[in-house]
T-cell receptor, first 113, second 107 residues
Framework: NAGVTQTPKFQVLKTGQSMTLQCAQD?????MSWYRQDPGMGLRLIHY???????DQGEVPNGYNVSRSTTEDFPLRLLSAAPSQTSVYFC????????????FGPGTRLTVT | KNEVEQSPQNLTAQEGEFITINCSYS?????LHWLQQHPGGGIVSLFM???GKKKHGRLIATINIQEKHSSLHITASHPRDSAVYIC?????????FGTGTRLQVFP
């Protein structure tokens, strides 16, 4: 099993550009989530999904969209990038909910200039 | 005040020392997670516990539900234990994270 994969690993965007961060898992996990990690702060939840077709907002959802058309994939879209979105983004999955063991992807380091 | 607080924020140790990292939380939880993040950035789950104590190799995690407190212990520390250790709690469908403890173990 590949586990949780994320692409790209690094990305530089100009302000106003849009892009999609990809996340996929091959463990048949129902729960998937996106976090951002900023210096001096804990991981913060952006959006999460408890199953295909179901998504919900986390703590910091503004400026981001998600969809969950399949169990395997959970892409994160930046609609119009801003310097405040410079961060490291992690995708994670677990069997059913946040109660279960979490599996993290390797992260995407995004810089917005 | 953060809902999950870790202490200390930074910790240095000599190889072989016994290490303790603490986590306190202020919300109701269904489980507590300890995670490890190496300098390369990857995050791995070390423990998930809702009561008592768990042990894996040189790592031991304990939780006191009444006191809303958990500790992560590392026995006979080694330079390869150098990493950021993150405490997180499961609150309904979400995880709430502490800011992490940066551990450096010197030979």
């Amino acid at each position: 099993n590949a586990g949780v994969t994320q692409t790209p690993k690094f990305q530089v965007l100009k302000t106003g550009q849009s892009m999609t961060l990809q996340c996929a898992q091959d463990m048949n996990h129902e729960y998937m989530s996106w976090y951002r990690q900023d210096p001096g702060m804990g991981l913060r939840l952006i959006h999460y999904s408890v199953g295909a077709g179901i998504t919900d907002q986390g703590e910091v959802p503004n400026g981001y969209n998600v969809s969950r058309s399949t169990t395997e994939d959970f892409p994160l879209r930046l609609l119009s990038a801003a310097p405040s979105q410079t961060s490291v983004y992690f995708c994670a999955s677990s069997y059913l909910t946040g109660v279960d063991e979490q599996y993290f992807g390797p992260g995407t380091r995004l810089t917005v200039t | 005040k953060n809902e999950v607080e870790q202490s200390p924020q930074n910790l240095t140790a000599q190889e072989g020392e016994f290490i303790t990292i603490n986590c306190s939380y202020s919300v109701g939880i269904s489980a507590l997670h300890w995670l490890q993040q190496h300098p390369g950035g990857g995050i791995v789950s070390l423990f998930m516990l809702s009561s008592g104590k768990k042990k894996h190799g040189r790592l031991i995690a304990t939780i006191n539900i009444q006191e809303k407190h958990s500790s992560l212990h590392i026995t006979a520390s080694h330079p390869r234990d150098s990493a950021v250790y993150i405490c997180a709690v499961s609150n309904t469908d979400k995880l709430i994270f502490g800011t992490g403890t940066r551990l450096q173990v010197f030979p």
